[in-house]
């Protein structure tokens, strides 16, 4: 499986932005994590494969939505009231699993990572 991420940029505290990634290869479920500068890789969202089922960390829920198309094989995370707090580089990530988990160990595969920069 191959991950290419895409969508960040920079941006001020209180706008959106949406991350996508695709997919290529099989995918079952799938999230979105983030590493800020000298800090370590944190959960932010995941969902089940048939997108019935969504996970959010608490520092997000309400404000970040993460859905998927797996006709497109496409992963996505609309993101907004964004703030300082969240400059990130993101990444997505697959898991050879049905189970949705929500620590970075059980998934398999990542993508490169795009940056998010929310300006104050």
């Known amino acids: 499986v191959q991950l290419q991420a895409s969508g960040g940029g920079l941006v001020q505290a209180g706008e959106s932005l949406r991350l996508s990634c695709a997919a290529s290869g099989r995918t079952f479920s799938m999230a979105w994590f983030r590493q800020a500068p000298a800090k370590e890789r944190e959960f932010v969202a995941a969902?089940?494969?048939?997108?019935?089922?969504?996970y959010y960390a608490d520092s997000v829920k309400g404000r970040f939505t993460i859905s998927r198309d797996n006709g497109k094989n496409m992963l996505y995370l609309q993101m907004n009231s964004l703030s300082p707090d969240d400059t990130a580089v993101y990444y997505c990530a697959v898991d050879g699993s049905l189970v949705v988990q929500t620590t970075a160990a059980p998934y398999d595969y990542w993508g490169q990572g795009t940056l998010v920069t929310v300006s104050s």
């Open positions: 969902i089940n494969f048939g997108g019935s089922r969504t």
